[in-house]
């Protein structure tokens, strides 16, 4: 009888411990009624065309479902196949393949950029504009290092900024037809737009990220990338050109009309995707499904290795997702829209807890990023929770789908 006692009580305190564990987790019943929702809400009021999301918690997969239309016009719905054009979530791809070759000792983060490009150690600051119209050029105070290229404070002329600073990229070093070479040197040729490491501004800095990789390499990109990180990771859909065969699986873009909201498609945005440019970008143009994707993600959930092969060490992961941004950067152009966070190697990171209802949620601690078509992507360490989210929609996000999947996910939780 004793035996007997002993053997329930311990039953119960192992049912007891299963049912706390449980009740622990994110994503439970309620979580999934309302990730189900929020996104399938989005669909059905015709501010999305079609929409997909995947989460793993504690290495599982807890999470994923798939609504509307991948192309409306073809009668294909959204699903774990599709391929979508990830845009900007190629930026920590490339951080990846450049801290690779940090772990060799191919170089040191606060190394100059023009000890590997040798052009851009004759670069100079562009302060504005004289009386005549002409740019005022200054030596920089410092010479730009590869961790400015990594946290996005080169000075490298982009999108943003003064209208003066995108007429200097108006022959655009990037397009499609250059080499990551040719781009470099073009950039070389132009002055930046604020002295390395004074601010903060999205642009071309993870393209030069590109070059440097081929340039420690010795292998192009696109190789490189193939090589290390997407065949060792079974990225098999994950790629800048997306073969004839595929091409029935490629999502198509859908514009939001600002002032409608109704969507057109644009089939030009596959041209880049589909026809062989030598261009190889290091910011953006891949396109991946959703399940390559979280292949990647749960590898720097799991600290750089995935299945038992290992693509980065620990303590590197834990380096891209420490913030690299001094306090002392007071000018971040809009990535304070991105709530508490400052910026490691490639990646947003959370700072504090979110200060308002108005914050996207999330936790201290994680890491992310997202893209120009409003994919998105972060990695909650602390939770340990990978999720991915894949929708084809710009201009970027101006309907609060991000927000609203993190506050799916969450829920009523305090973030901390």
């Known amino acids: 009888m004793k035996t007997l006692i002993l053997f329930l009580a311990a039953v119960l305190v192992s049912a007891s411990s299963a049912a706390a564990q449980q009740s622990s987790s994110i994503i439970d019943a309620d979580a999934v009624a309302r990730i189900n929702s929020n996104l399938g809400s989005f669909v059905e009021s015709g501010a999305i065309k079609g929409v997909s999301a995947m989460v793993f918690e504690k290495d599982k997969e807890v999470y ?9 016009e073809a009668g294909i719905p959204m699903s774990r196949d599709t391929i979508v054009q990830i845009f900007s979530m ?16 191919k170089f040191k983060l606060d190394d100059p950029v023009s000890k590997y490009i040798p052009s851009f150690a004759n670069l100079k600051v562009a302060t504005g504009k004289d009386e005549n119209g002409d740019l005022i050029l200054v030596d920089p105070k410092r010479p730009m290092t590869i961790r400015d290229l990594t946290r996005h404070t080169s000075g490298l002329a982009g999108n943003h900024g003064p209208a003066w600073v995108k007429e200097l990229i108006k022959d655009n070093p990037l397009k499609p037809e250059n080499t990551l070479e040719q781009a470099a040197e073009a950039f070389s040729k132009l002055p930046l737009w604020f002295h390395p ?83 190889t970008p290091g910011g953006w143009g891949l396109t991946a499904t959703i399940d390559d994707y979280m292949r990647f993600a749960r590898m720097l959930q799991n600290e750089g290795e995935l299945d038992g092969v290992r693509i980065l060490k620990p303590e590197t992961v834990k380096l891209m997702a420490t913030s690299h941004l001094s306090e002392n950067v007071k000018e971040r152009s809009w990535l304070p829209s991105k709530g508490q966070v400052g910026f490691g190697i490639d990646f947003a990171v959370r700072v504090a807890p979110p200060q308002s209802k108005n914050e996207p949620n999330g936790v201290v601690g994680e890491f992310f990023w997202d893209g120009a078509a409003s994919t998105m992507f972060w990695v909650d360490p602390k939770s340990d929770l990978t999720a991915v989210m894949f929708v084809q929609l710009r201009p970027f996000d101006k309907i609060g789908l991000q927000k609203a999947f993190r506050n799916a996910v969450y829920g009523p939780r305090v973030a901390d």
């Open 64 to 72: 994923f479902k798939a609504f509307g239309m991948s192309d409306e």
């Open 90 to 105: 190629t930026k920590p791809v490339t951080g990846v393949a450049l801290m690779r070759l940090h772990e060799q000792g």
């Open 197 to 279: 490491g004074s601010q903060w501004s999205y642009g071309p800095s993870v393209d030069m990220q590109a070059r440097l990789v081929e340039i420690l390499s010795g292998k192009k990109f696109d190789v490189y990338i193939q090589e290390t990180i997407l065949d060792p990771l079974k990225m098999t859909d994950t790629s800048y050109r997306v073969p004839e065969s595929k091409l029935g699986r490629m999502a198509g873009i859908y514009w939001r009309d600002d002032n409608t909201g109704e969507l057109s498609r644009k089939d030009d945005e596959k041209d880049f995707n589909t026809k062989p440019y030598p261009m």
